[in-house]
C-alpha cells in the first residue's frame, strides 16, 4: 500500500491518502488540488514532488 499527506507539500492542509499504487493516489490528489486548493492543471514540478514524498506502508 502507497501513502500520500498533501501537507508534506502544501503545509496546514491535513488530507491524507492511502492507495494500492502510486497512480490511484496521483489522480485522488489532483482531485483534491482541483476542489480544495484550486488547481485545475497538475504541472509536472507538482507531480515530481507529490510522487517523491508518497511512501509505501504496510
Request: glycine share 6%; with cysteine; charged share 15%.
Amino acid at each position: 500500500m502507497k501513502s500520500f499527506a498533501c501537507g508534506d507539500v502544501v503545509p496546514g492542509c491535513t488530507a491524507r491518502w492511502v492507495s494500492s499504487t502510486d497512480d490511484e493516489i496521483l489522480v485522488l490528489v489532483a482531485q483534491h488540488a482541483s476542489a480544495v486548493h484550486g488547481i485545475d492543471s497538475v504541472s509536472a514540478e507538482l507531480a515530481q514532488s507529490v510522487t517523491d514524498r508518497i511512501v509505501t506502508v504496510s
